[in-house]
């Protein structure tokens, strides 16, 4: 039975690695999990597939959307763009990797996608490594150190998917445990900063310096920038609404109509929060860089253009729910769970770390890993959580942490999109993104939980 589950999701992280869609191959690969025990084909995939990935579109698909929009406007709008430059002339050549890293942070911790983040802050750093001559090998890791790490999964208040889907399975929010989340943040930007600089200097001591050749090369050119001020606003309602909104709605009383009876306030309040907040950030945007876009017809190109990648997006994550809903349903998988909710007694921590970054790391998808291990285990954690006295929060935070490391391997579609967009390769780069973005988070998360639980004894 166990080896049946295995066999599965070995294909599925295969598949994956080559590219294959997993909209495509996630219900076959379920459905060859499920005929491992005899089940039939067409209920396995009908009500047990699709019934899971059609509940996780209704609850996430508003911060799907409206996160690709923001993440367009912000784009078309020029705004992304100046915010990055601001920050890239303000550090100047000297601090490049402090530079880079900050953009790419700044722009993630307000809610920009981070496949548009890496669009621009790319020419930026490519400007200062090449004045400051540093290897421009080290341009994706230092842009995997600001979007994938601190900025995505660490601190409190960050809009990111990442942050957003334990809220659904622990009734906390986006802000949950803010102290562990800076702490753990601050560290990993930290020692991540250190191992670029030091990967600096041992480069530019052996004479290696930015070199030439290369693809993807950013035009020159002189640019008009938005004023950074007001770029960065949009990003600040974001953060703003979010914060007071987070407060003010569980605080709301639910309509009396017999249709909104048991509106489960505590499973929604952080959901609503954001949506009102990125929609807003997305008015603000479309307002403030409205000239940029020049037109009432580009502003509809530019909205449409993420709509139609939002859906992409939420069918991809949805589509390994379900698949994990099957999983988690077959007989084998109750030997599975035991053996995880038994590797520390004491705490569930432990074995949300493991859970949750063992599959995002099959699954080369932060989101999808996590939203996998908390539908099959979720409500488990929360249990054991409330039997020993343990907030949930930290349970949210331990989870979005867990998502942000071994989700880096090399076929996670986020890293090809980097190294695509700087013009190099995994024998080029992946060492850099792999210490940055996977065992520094890795390290950094299984090094939170001990401390936090001798700070609460």
Known sequence: MVIGIVFSLALLCWLAYRGFSVIVFAPLCAILAALTVGWPILPTYTDLFMAKGVVFIKNFFPLFLLG?????????????????????????????????TLAAGVLSYGGVSVFVVAFAVYPFAVHLYRESNIPKRLIPGTLTLGMFTFAMTAFPGTPQLQNIIPTRYFGTNTFAAPVLGITAGLIMLVLGTIWLEYRKRKAMAAGEGYGEGHKNEPEGGEQAYMNPVLACMPLLVV??????????????????????????????????????????????????????????DNVSSVLSAGAIGSLLTIMNTATEVGYGSVVSSLPG???????????????????????????????????????????????????WANQIGLDPEVLHRIASLASGGLDTMPHNGAVITVLAICGLTHKESYADICVCSLLIPVAVNFAVIPVYSLLTL
């Open 333 to 383: 998988f109750k030997s599975i769970s035991e053996f995880l909710m038994s590797i520390d007694p004491g705490t569930p921590l432990i074995s949300e770390a493991i859970t949750v970054n063992v599959l995002a790391g099959v699954t080369g998808s932060a989101s999808g890993g996590m939203a996998i291990a908390l539908e099959a285990m979720g409500a488990r954690y929360l249990e």
């Open 68 to 100: 690709a929009l923001f993440g367009k406007v912000m784009e078309a709008s020029g705004a992304a763009r100046s915010i990055a430059h601001a920050i890239a002339v303000k550090l100047g050549p000297d601090k490049a990797i402090l530079a880079v």
């Open 239 to 296: 953060l703003g609404l979010n914060l007071y909104l987070t407060n003010v709605i569980p605080t709301w009383e639910p309509p009396t109509q017999e249709i909104f009876k048991g509106v489960n306030l505590k499973g929604s309040a952080a959901i609503w929060a954001l949506i009102i907040a990125i929609f807003c950030g997305v008015i603000l945007a479309i307002i403030l860089g409205f000239k940029n876009m020049k037109s009432v």
